[in-house]
């Protein structure tokens, strides 16, 4: 294969990915199910054209993948075909490390690129600039409003006569979760290095989404690298003021209040904090009642796919467990909690992975998602000396190797 071609082959896998996260200007392709699957399995396709070569530990992580994602399918309810298009996602871990990561950083390019427009877009209507538009129907079908969709970025009509006050940045995407998600994933991996002008930009689209996982996760490796990593007391000094000064400042901004401060409050009544509104109440007290039980451990698909559908409505892990079970939950963090061990030891990035990946299902769990595994394993991949090594020494290879 060509130099060109191998280039062509890396930004085709990164553009399908960020496809995989749902722009608004793919929702007509996604909301296809027939299209978005033949998306999924020509992205699944690509990525086990580009395996590595399997060692003995391989062939035990792959194997269990492979019967987690089985058990998963079947819990869920899924006929032979549905199932199918589960368990193929096995292939995402096994990528070759040069092609999984390079695919990452064409990956970031794109993404950071499309936010860069999103937010330039996003202040040239706020400051009364007329960008041509049009209005486009909701990816969730559950959504009772419509979008007004501008280049690079949709703002959902609940919102628009309010717009001249601006509370919450969704870029291209359908909520603002998704970019505050996204956003804080690439941070971690990315170690928070402002070197980069991309990741400022992908730090501002985070800032601007007002998401409550970005702030408390940021908040987390922020303490992380200043308590834990061996770094010049100045640097912690400076880092700690920062927050401090930020945090002062922020109290005066009625959308950090609202969106951030507001949320972190203690409900007592609920043993939770305000703003873990993953769930509405209706799926809470049903999931309460079920504790303990056989739907419990084994989901609701196989006994009720109409109920658990229901429960659409609200995201977070209370709605993988009706759909898994606690045993495919389970089986699939055991799957990634093994398959970081192996790579990166019981070393500082194992543990960061671990708040990383865990706090993520918890508030939105994304399990069979394209984009959530790459991710994943994009952490671990260049985190892992073994894996990040073999990048580096062919970094400059005019050639993939298809093995």
Avoid at 101 to 119: E, M, T
Avoid at 219 to 246: D, E, G, P, Q
Wanted: hydrophobic letters at 55%; a positive charge.
């Amino acid at each position: 294969m060509k130099f060109s071609k191998k280039k062509g082959l890396i930004f085709l896998i990164a553009l399908l990915i960020f496809f995989d996260v749902e722009p608004y200007f793919v929702w007509p392709i996604t909301s296809n199910k027939h299209l978005g699957l033949i998306l999924s399995m020509f992205t699944l396709l690509l990525i086990w054209l580009n395996k590595k070569k399997f060692t003995i530990i391989d062939v035990k992580l792959f194997s269990f993948f492979l019967l987690a994602l089985l058990l998963m399918g079947i819990l869920y309810g899924l006929n032979i075909w549905g199932i199918i298009t589960i368990i193929i996602l096995v292939v995402i871990p096994f990528g070759s490390p040069t092609f999984m990561i390079k695919a990452y950083h064409k990956f970031i390019d794109i993404y950071s690129i499309v936010l860069l427009g999103s937010i330039i877009v996003m202040l040239l209507v706020v400051l009364g600039a007329s960008i041509p538009h049009y209005t486009i129907l909701p990816l969730n079908k559950l959504k009772v409003y419509d979008y007004t969709a501008y280049p690079f970025l949709v703002i959902p009509n609940k919102v628009f006569n309010t717009f001249l006050i601006f509370k919450r940045f969704p870029g291209p995407f359908d909520e603002p979760g998704v970019v505050g998600t996204i956003s804080l994933l690439i941070l971690y991996i990315e170690k928070f290095n402002f070197k980069k002008w991309k990741n400022i930009v992908i730090f501002l689209s985070g800032i601007l989404s007002f998401s409550l996982f970005f702030y408390i996760a940021s908040f987390i490796f922020a303490a992380y690298y200043v308590f834990i990593n061996k770094v010049k007391t100045i640097y912690r000094i400076v880092v700690i003021i920062s927050v401090f000064t930020l945090i002062i400042l922020s109290m005066e901004n009625v959308a950090f209040s609202n969106y951030i401060l507001a949320r972190i409050q203690w409900d007592s009544e609920s043993s939770s904090i305000i703003g873990d509104n993953r769930a509405q109440e209706d799926l809470k007290s049903y999931f309460n009642k079920i504790k303990g039980t056989s739907i419990y451990f084994w989901g609701l698909g196989l006994v009720d796919r109409d109920l658990m559908q229901s429960f659409d409505g609200s995201a977070g892990y209370r709605n993988a467990i009706l759909r898994y079970g606690l045993v495919g939950c389970l089986l699939y963090i055991l799957f990634f909690v093994s398959f970081a061990y192996q790579r990166l030891g019981l070393k500082r990035n194992f543990f960061l992975f671990l708040v990383l990946f865990l706090s993520t299902l918890y508030q939105r769990p994304g399990f069979l998602s394209i984009h959530y595994i790459f991710l994943f394993v994009s952490f671990i991949m260049i985190n892992s000396k073994i894996e990040n090594s073999i990048y580096r020494k062919t970094e400059q290879s005019e050639i993939i190797k298809y093995v």
